[in-house]
């Protein structure tokens, strides 16, 4: 793909996801990283990345998203929390909870920590431990919850929804309620990374995804001023795709960890991308100049039927890598909207996925690219 960049003079962003680290003790089968990552010797130094935060803020970004992987991993965690409050960035940590203590919480909320966000694989211990690949994964998520609850750390809980777990919606939103969550986030599973090789025992079926659209709807209003709840609904039964990233290069950016910047954390996917790295150029030059960031900003990239549609100031085309692993070519309008030529075969696609019988999981592992 040969793209070119536009001058189309992008707004500052607002929010950045650092991936601190690729490894994790969990081995999550529908994790988002890519399936060949990059090891401990490759991730940015200390210092580096307080440099980074550094011009985050000079860049105008707000929120500040610690990620991975699991950022517990990194020994300079606190000193990375601290740099953050130093710049005036809104600090959240991205966690399984794993590498976590009272002790290690109560000091990164001393460093200024503002939020933290716990991923739940499941509401019983025998669907976590199997969605997690870890032993006793709910009990560890379960005393981390009491911890950040007792330090008083504002605490969202995020829950990847799938075939094999959706019909524990309303017990999951219970145990936000239970853990005094005041966000949860109901992720309906999305098909990029390591959720793609098990496509057979993830998709949700039509049925399960129309009840969960009315247990949300439900549970929003009963739970108002309780719990806020978010829900991303399942892309392959929609009418149309989701605003992806609420446009590509508009609002925010991910930093892999060997420094890489990205538009978001699928863009490795789209042949011909180059991505820049913070190592050799700056944030600002990489958000307003690269090829990468510019690649769909605007809309003279799009094709037909988006380039005419009136929803494209709405949805952007959907989804950009979407696009590139359904219909071959990340400039096409994403298969998940209804006016796509493709859209009738990716729901009978999905509809065979949803009626397969596989259980069997293919699970993250780290794997150093080629």
């Not at 966000?117 to 005393?143: C, E, M, P, W």
């Not at 796509?340 to 794997?367: F, G, M």
Request: hydrophobic share 40%.
């Amino acid at each position: 793909m040969n793209a070119v960049p536009q001058n189309t003079s992008p707004l500052l962003p607002i929010a950045m996801l650092a991936e601190l680290t690729y490894r994790c003790p969990l081995a999550c089968p529908y994790c988002s990283n890519p399936l060949s990552m990059s090891g401990r010797s490759s991730e940015l130094p200390t210092e580096i990345w307080v440099d980074v935060f550094r011009q985050a803020a000079e860049l105008g970004i707000l929120h500040l998203h610690l990620s991975g992987g699991e950022p517990a991993s990194r020994r300079d965690l606190e000193e990375l929390v601290s740099a953050a409050g130093e710049h005036g960035l809104y600090s959240n940590l991205i966690t399984s909870g794993v590498g976590l203590t009272e002790q290690r919480l109560g000091e990164l909320k001393r460093r200024g920590l503002d939020h933290v966000q716990l991923s739940i694989q499941g509401v019983d211990h025998a669907t976590a431990d199997k969605f997690s690949g870890y032993k006793n994964s709910l009990a560890r998520k379960l005393a981390v919850a009491e911890w950040v609850a007792r330090l008083d750390i504002p605490l969202t809980l995020n829950a990847v929804m799938h075939r094999q777990n959706l019909d524990r919606l309303e017990d999951t939103i219970e145990l936000a309620v239970q853990l005094g969550a005041r966000r949860l986030e109901v992720a309906t599973v999305q098909f990029h990374g390591w959720a793609e090789q098990n496509r057979g025992a993830l998709m949700p079926t039509r049925e399960q995804v129309r009840q969960a659209g009315e247990i949300v709807r439900a549970a929003r209003e009963r739970l108002r001023g309780i719990l806020v709840i978010d829900y991303v609904p399942a892309d392959y039964y929609a009418r149309f795709p989701k605003a992806c990233m609420g446009g590509w290069g508009a609002t925010s950016m991910n930093v892999a960890p060997d420094g890489a910047v990205l538009p978001c954390h699928a863009a490795h996917t789209i042949p011909g991308l180059v991505f820049e790295n913070v190592q050799e150029r700056s944030l600002r030059d990489i958000w307003e100049a690269s090829q990468s960031f510019n690649a769909f900003r605007g809309n003279e990239w799009m094709q037909e039927p988006c380039r005419s549609c009136e929803r494209k100031h709405v949805d952007f085309g959907g989804c950009r890598c979407q696009a590139m692993a359904l219909a071959g070519d990340a400039r096409a309008t994403d298969p998940a909207c209804s006016l796509s030529p493709l859209h009738l075969d990716l729901v009978a696609a999905a509809e065979r996925d949803a009626a397969s019988q596989e259980t069997e999981l293919v699970y993250r592992k780290l794997t150093s690219p080629a």
